[in-house]
């Protein structure tokens, strides 16, 4: 197969570690900026434009788009599904999963085990919303942030309004979640591909005091076996977002490599 990777940078270790194992399973993969990528948009004629060339023999791409260019990317991932390319994960998916509330919408609607959260317009009744999750601590999110970047956990009351109420004076869009203490600054990264889970990790924050386990805050992550639960869980979220959202191969950096199958 062509295989097309969405990626900025070459260098990076995911990048790399995708197209090495694309290659060692006989694929030709190519590494394209999408940022560079130019859309053509006439009648039945769609088209990718790369470097002065027309990009029109991909059978398919995998998306590695970067939360600061979501809007771009998830045009770009659009035009290659409008040419019936097949892509790891669908501009609709990608779209969705970089809205923290959207997503719980999802998540919710399919009856899915939730921290339970809170949303409002720039609220002056902080007090109201911190009760409405069962009181502090808490933890407070910006809609669009990801590598646990504008995640805060505010501890008491005073620290929950005091932040709340920053956010809100700059007018800027949070939800309210109740702190699932249980997990110990742990999570699970369950990888579904076509319904069937195909490898899991734990990540576990590891600084003092850190509660949030991505690897970008210091989190380290081992391969696991997912129970019963957690594996209907999962599969579950999965089929309800309703869309391609798999990731085919991913890597731990301290581990070695999770190669799934
Ligand atoms: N309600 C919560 N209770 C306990 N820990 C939480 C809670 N929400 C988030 N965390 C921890 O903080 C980390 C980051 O939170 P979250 O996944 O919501 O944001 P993100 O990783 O920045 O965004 P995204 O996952 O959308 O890319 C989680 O991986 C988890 O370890
Ligand atoms: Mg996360």
């Not at 990528?37 to 088209?47: G, Q, S």
């Not at 019963?228 to 599969?235: G, L, M, S, T, V």
């Amino acid at each position: 197969m062509n295989i097309a990777i969405l990626s900025r940078d070459p260098k990076l270790y995911s990048t790399r570690r995708l197209k090495e194992a694309g290659e060692k399973r006989g694929h030709k993969v190519e590494i394209i900026d999408h940022m560079k990528c130019v859309l053509l948009i006439e009648k039945k004629n769609p088209m990718v434009w790369y470097n002065g060339k027309r990009l029109d023999y991909f059978d398919a791409i995998i998306p590695r788009i970067g939360a600061s260019v979501t809007f771009y990317g998830a045009a770009v991932v659009r035009q290659f599904e409008m040419m019936k390319v097949f892509t790891a994960i669908e501009s609709q998916a990608l779209i969705r999963s970089r809205d923290k509330l959207r997503s719980l919408q999802i998540l919710s609607r399919a009856g899915l085990g939730l921290p339970k959260t809170i949303f409002m317009d720039y609220s002056r009744d902080t007090e109201g919303v911190i009760e409405a999750v069962g009181g502090a601590p808490v933890v407070i999110k910006l809609l669009e942030g990801t590598q646990g970047l504008g995640v805060v956990l505010a501890e008491n009351k005073k620290a929950a309004q005091s932040v709340i109420e920053a956010f809100h004076g700059v007018k800027t869009r949070i939800i309210v979640q109740e702190f699932i203490k249980e997990a110990k600054g742990s999570d699970i990264r369950a990888f579904v591909v076509n319904g069937e889970i195909v490898g899991a990790m734990k990540r576990q924050a590891t600084r003092e005091g850190e509660f949030r386990s991505n690897l970008h805050r210091g989190g380290v992550a081992t391969v696991v076996e997912l129970d019963r639960h957690e594996k209907h869980a999962a599969i579950e979220a999965a089929k309800k977002w309703d869309l391609v959202w798999p990731v085919l191969i991913y890597y731990l950096p301290n581990e070695g490599h999770l190669l799934l199958k």
